[in-house]
């Protein structure tokens, strides 16, 4: 008879008998691993920060798998980086396809206490989300995957030696940007990939305003009890922004209509200074 483990609860209790889901406490790991100096900790120390910082009964055994499950284990390196880091700086956008913003959302699956990532990408002129990718995992396989269709769907191609009109793609320093894998995605399309310095989310501005409106519009109006369910609101809801929510700051019009429509040349060119 195989023998069957004990069932993994999907959240830990606090020091006041609160269950914090797994979603929350992998948001409070990448917390730590963006952060200038925490971030150069491993997990035992991360797992003393959790327990004195947000009150944690957890173990170093639990944070050790969430860690190696979000790509966020240390690791000795000693060579040399083949994609140098590019610092995020500020810009003045005129068009679209010039600058895109992604990042990495989590929600939670409230049957079973897992939690599930969606990585998405907005270009910061017109406000559409020209991709995103939902999955139980997400590796840089996955990202990449997605932006070359996006890029596709865009039709954005670029020629060797046209820097100035490169595509600017912005992220934080989360595992999956600052992995080669990524690195040679940018240099395979031609796409220029700037990085924001650690705890200067207002530079990913843009992307983290739309994943606080998917939260606030998608996830706290629906309990989602399994991975297709979540999946298929999060793919409702994202066609309805392009499509057919109006955004203030496009004058107003939805994302989708304004890109046609500065396409077509029949709206005036804006400036978008970051």
Not at 84 to 96: D, E, F, H, Q, V
Not at 231 to 247: E, G, K, L, M, T
Request: glycine share 6%; net charge positive; with cysteine.
């Amino acid at each position: 008879m195989k023998k069957r483990g004990r069932p993994i609860p999907g959240y830990s209790v606090s020091n006041q008998g609160e269950k914090i889901p797994d979603a929350q406490i992998a948001e409070y790991l990448m917390e730590l691993y963006w952060d200038e100096w925490l971030g150069a900790m491993g997990y035992k120390k991360w797992t003393l920060y959790l327990k004195d910082h947000h009150s944690l009964i957890i173990s170093k055994h639990k944070v050790y798998r969430m860690c190696k499950g979000l790509g966020i284990l240390k690791k000795p390196n000693t060579k040399k980086a083949k994609h140098p880091r590019k610092l995020a700086r500020n810009r003045t956008i005129t068009g679209s396809n010039q600058l895109w913003q992604v990042d990495i959302k989590y929600g939670n699956i409230t049957d079973s206490n897992a939690f599930f990532y969606v990585c998405s990408a907005i270009d910061v002129y017109d406000r559409t989300i020209v991709g995103y990718y939902c999955g139980s995992v997400c590796k840089a396989k996955h990202i990449t995957t997605m932006l070359t269709k996006a890029l596709i769907r865009r039709k954005v191609h670029f020629k060797s030696g046209e820097f100035e009109k490169k595509l600017i793609l912005r992220t934080d320093n989360g595992p999956q940007f600052v992995s080669e894998d990524f690195g040679n995605f940018c240099d395979h399309h031609k796409v220029y990939h700037e990085r924001i310095p650690k705890k200067t989310p207002d530079m990913n501005a843009y992307i983290e305003s739309f994943h606080s409106v998917l939260q606030r519009e998608c996830f706290d109006r629906y309990a989602f009890g399994f991975y297709e369910e979540a999946f298929y609101y999060v793919d409702q809801y994202i066609a309805f922004y392009n499509h057919s929510r109006y955004h203030g700051s496009l004058k107003p019009h939805t994302p989708q209509k304004y890109y046609d429509l500065s396409r077509r040349g029949q709206i005036p060119s804006t400036k978008v200074k970051l």
